[in-house]
């Protein structure tokens, strides 16, 4: 051996077991998210891999575990692949690989015969516990399993159950957490019951937990046949959907009415139509999100390049050159559209040195913020153009050494800002910055369910939204609720056949969403009230399309 050659040691990788939690995206935790970006391999769970490829790199590597690979032996034996062979395979490429299960890793059987693989195999592993379904999942059905008296909770799994746990739980008045699915509920129940529980032990029962297609029914042990089947869920196809079961006092229905926080939000489980670009279309749904809504953006404005560009060009070599008093963005495309030509240029934010800055609202200061660019001047009260001319200063000879102001904004923007900034007597040069042209037609899907009243409400947060959103999938059934930004969208939205439901008392995104999640509270207070189940719109479609109030 030659004892001048370098060393070489096999590179491995390392492996981060990671806990997704049952199924609400929110409840990832920080170093779970902190993982998931810098994985080169991404192994997950298909309950909850939409949960965590949201979080991972942009070309991260995700096989799929398959029963057995087209590779064989020399023999020609299929190779075993499943997935704790992907995971050591990956790791021993020298990977970082993040191996994500439903709920915390630590209470999944097949991630701990995969941790003692890696460790038997010398490659450095991590675990990153989540929130455990079994835990998470009645927290979101408003069934507390301790309270201030105490008392024993016991987790029984009716898959793997013995006959000796069945009659532990049934001869005793522990809290019971029953992991089971939906077609399996009746019979476990009925083993409680033969095991010793009183048939009038209270008992609920929750599909899909923590997501926003969550479903809770309360009953007894005794009369959960009844209760499942007059809501029309057994026999069913989805029968095989996991569930977790709650026996005991703390799942009683007068407690849950009262502690069920999340199925009670605003807007829970509805579809709601976001027609909007997409950059825009992000933060309202985040906020859709929070009521307890489920929305799809579906673009109906493309965004391009001014036809001439010459213009825009002048603008920004001017805005460098000391032209410009003020430059005043009304929207995020204008920032978007500003920061590409300064990257074409080589130029950064410091060329907005000496150089006051304003924004419309809050989302378009957050665009320049990330820019680098800390706005002067944003609204202190209505987000608009007219509310920019409330809080615009005159010009002033003395204190303004120059009277120009760079407006980059869209083709069809309004004249409004244009004709106020002249009026308190600044210079405007008024720049199209880009185009907006009507957005590609949605998938058929989507168009389908518009006119067919498969969503539960629609924002529309401009005159062109209406008419976009109409010329490329066609009108909203009239179970839609319509909801819109202001009195201009409104009466587009009317002109167009469509009855507005819920106009925004302000110009603003957010506005309009908490306009939507009061409509959609007093939607639900009503149905309360008047002792009706609680239902969505797109759950009652009548056959004839949605028109206009006379």
């Not at 409104?490 to 999640?517: I, M, N, W, Y």
């Amino acid at each position: 051996m030659n004892p001048t050659a370098p060393n070489h040691h096999p590179v491995t990788g390392h492996v981060t077991f990671l806990g997704a939690g049952p199924g609400d995206p929110g409840l990832l935790t920080l170093r779970a998210v902190e993982a998931l970006a810098a994985a080169d391999v991404l192994i997950a769970d298909p309950q909850v891999l939409d949960v965590v490829r949201v979080h991972a790199r942009a070309h991260v590597d995700m096989p799929v575990p398959t029963a057995a690979d087209e590779a064989s032996t020399p023999a020609g034996v299929p190779v075993l692949r499943d997935t704790a062979n992907l995971v050591m395979a990956a790791a021993r490429g020298g990977k970082r690989v993040v191996r994500a299960v439903l709920g915390d890793p630590g209470l999944d059987g097949n991630a701990a015969d995969e941790m003692l693989a890696c460790a038997d195999g010398g490659i450095t592993f991590e675990v990153v516990p989540g929130v455990a379904t079994a835990v998470g999942v009645p927290a979101y059905a408003g069934v507390p399993l301790r309270d201030g008296h105490g008392g024993d909770v016991r987790f029984l799994d009716a898959r793997t159950a013995t006959a000796t746990a069945w009659s532990e739980v049934g001869a005793s008045e522990v809290t019971a957490v029953v992991s089971t699915t939906l077609d399996s509920v009746v019979a476990a129940a009925g083993e409680l019951v033969a095991a010793g529980r009183k048939p009038d032990t209270p008992l609920s029962v929750t599909v899909a937990g923590t997501t926003t297609r969550q479903r809770t029914w309360t009953a007894t042990l005794g009369t959960v046949a009844q209760v499942l089947k007059a809501a029309k869920v057994l026999p069913s196809p989805d029968g095989a959907q996991p569930v977790i079961a709650v026996v005991g006092e703390r799942s009683a229905a007068d407690r849950r009415e009262r502690l069920s926080w999340f199925e009670s939000k605003p807007l829970f489980g509805w579809n709601v139509l976001v027609p909007r670009t997409k950059e825009q279309a992000a933060s309202l749904s985040d906020q859709l999100r929070s009521y307890g809504a489920v929305p799809s953006e579906v673009p109906t404005i493309a965004v391009e390049p001014p036809r001439t560009p010459q213009q825009m060009e002048r603008a920004v070599k001017g805005l460098v050159t000391g032209r410009y008093e003020w430059i005043a963005f009304t929207s995020v495309n204008a920032v978007k559209a500003v920061r590409e030509k300064f990257e074409e240029y080589g130029l950064d934010a410091r060329a907005f040195a000496g150089i006051k800055v304003a924004a419309v609202g809050e989302q378009t200061a957050k665009s320049l913020i990330e820019f680098g660019v800390k706005p002067d001047l944003v609204p202190s009260g209505e987000q608009s153009a007219a509310g920019l001319l409330e809080d615009w200063p005159p010009y002033d000879p003395v204190f303004d050494p120059i009277d120009r102001v760079f407006l980059p904004r869209a083709d069809i923007a309004t004249e409004t800002l244009v004709a106020g900034l002249i009026e308190l007597g600044w210079e405007v040069d008024d720049v199209t910055a880009y185009r907006t042209v009507r957005a590609s037609p949605p998938p058929a899907e989507t168009r389908e369910a518009i006119k067919g009243g498969g969503f539960d409400a629609v924002l529309f947060t401009s005159s062109s939204t209406v008419r976009n959103l109409v010329g490329i999938a066609g009108k909203p059934h009239n179970v839609t609720v319509i909801a819109c930004i202001g009195p201009a969208t409104a009466k587009t939205a009317e002109e167009h056949g469509l009855r507005v439901d819920v106009l925004s008392p302000e110009p603003s995104v957010q506005k309009l969403a908490e306009a939507l999640a009061e409509f959609g509270a007093a939607r639900r207070d009503a149905a309360l009230a008047a002792g009706d189940p609680v239902t969505r719109p797109s759950e009652r479609r009548p056959g004839s399309r949605r028109r206009a109030r006379s």
